[in-house]
């Protein structure tokens, strides 16, 4: 089991930083791999670093702890440990799914047992990830959603290849039936996604995972928690920093992939 954990320390306090990052140097297989002061160089440095866990604040000016899990639930959410002066908002924290809960001063047995509990929900967290490439691989084969196997594979039913040649879009009083194969990529953009074709932007209000079941993988692949790209739409492929790559499509728009899409992506392209 890999119990090697990438942590990131987010408190607009520099000696409560300063001291946690001591505290936690003292245990094997931690490696820091940033500290912020803010909620939004939070969720900056998340997006970017990718961290297994983040050792969070609740009181900070701006954006507090709490604002920070809200902006972070989707595909990419790390491991939240609260460390805080206040013990009056243990049960809110464990509310937003909060592996652990410490009050400042982190000492040593706090720490230790907050590890713990995040080594061992990791560990959970890669035998589902065993299962998950396992359908993705079924889902290749088969060209279907992993999700749409999952569902069949419960109900008994073939692994059929189906998926609509056009999406309905509706707007007010009006239903628009756009070819899939024109679409070039989605984003997006709170509870709405915008779907660009051509020159064209349809708004359609449904969730990102809804969407992909209607979309052929062999085509359509997330790049980004917030993208789906149509990689036959694709032209260049650009090495980008921290390990990212740049899409440049035929339009000539430029889209970001990030790093934890890489791998699922790469064998497409």
Not at 78 to 91: E, G, L, R, W
Not at 161 to 187: H, M
Request: charged share 30%; net charge negative; aromatic share 6%.
């Amino acid at each position: 089991m890999n119990s090697h954990l990438r942590a990131l320390i987010v408190d607009d306090e520099n000696l409560a930083r300063r001291g946690l990052k001591l505290r936690l140097q003292e245990f094997d297989n931690i490696e820091i791999v940033g500290e912020c002061c803010t909620g939004k160089e939070a969720l900056s440095a998340t997006a970017e670093l990718s961290p297994d866990i983040l050792f969070l604040d609740i009181q900070m000016p701006g954006m507090d702890g709490f604002e920070v899990i809200q902006h972070l639930q989707g595909d990419s959410m790390p491991m939240v440990v609260f460390v805080t002066a206040y013990d009056q908002y243990a049960i809110d924290a464990f509310k937003v799914h909060a592996i652990d809960y410490i009050l400042k001063p982190a000492d040593e047995t706090s720490l230790a047992a907050a590890l713990d509990r995040a080594r061992e929900h990791k560990r959970q967290q890669d035998s589902s990830s065993d299962k998950a490439r396992l359908l993705s691989m079924i889902g290749d084969l088969t060209h279907q959603h992993p999700e749409h196997v999952q569902r069949l594979l419960d109900e008994g039913k073939p692994l059929g290849n189906r998926y609509p040649e056009k999406i309905s879009i509706k707007d007010g009083q009006n239903i628009t039936r756009v070819l899939s194969k024109d679409i070039a990529w989605v984003d997006a953009a709170g509870d709405y996604m915008c779907i660009h074709e051509g020159s064209q932007i349809h708004v359609m209000r449904i969730t990102m995972k809804e969407l992909e079941q209607q979309l052929d993988p062999e085509v359509f692949q997330r790049i980004h928690r917030s993208t789906i790209v149509n990689l036959d739409r694709v032209e260049k492929v650009s090495a980008h920093i921290n390990g990212e790559y740049q899409l440049t499509l035929d339009s000539g728009d430029r889209l970001k992939m990030s790093r934890s899409y890489k791998e699922k992506v790469k064998h497409f392209l």
